[in-house]
């Protein structure tokens, strides 16, 4: 089963900028439609970001403008650049490829964002 495993996140403030990396145990990323996803206390997991095999992309529009998505299938790691930060932005990532998941594919542990002053 292939694993994913989230790294990047951290503390920081309103207006600042992080890039999250997403590692795969499978060389999938060149193959499958990767994703970005976040879920914050107390709602459900939401779609952030996507990145299609062709490499077109598309993004939550609560994202548009500030978040960007890209993948090394070289390296069989995803990024997620995420300038400009909001409170609102505070939640844990997870990456996932959105086939994967409807095969019963599991989560990795995620990383946490925060933003706060």
């Known amino acids: 089963q292939v694993q994913f495993v989230e790294s990047g996140g951290g503390l920081v403030q309103p207006g600042g900028s992080l890039r999250l990396s997403c590692a795969a145990s499978g060389s999938i990323l060149s193959i499958y439609t990767m994703a970005w996803y976040r879920q914050a206390p107390g709602k459900q997991r939401e779609l952030v970001a996507g990145i299609f095999s062709g490499g077109s992309t598309n993004y939550a529009d609560s994202v548009k403008g500030r978040f960007t998505i890209s993948r090394d299938n070289a390296k069989n790691t995803m990024y997620l650049q995420m300038n400009n930060l909001k409170l609102e932005d505070t939640a844990v990532y997870y990456c996932?490829?959105?086939?994967?998941?409807?095969?019963?594919?599991?989560w990795g542990q995620g990383t946490q964002v925060t933003v706060s002053s």
């Open positions: 996932n490829a959105p086939i994967l998941l409807s095969r019963g594919g599991s």
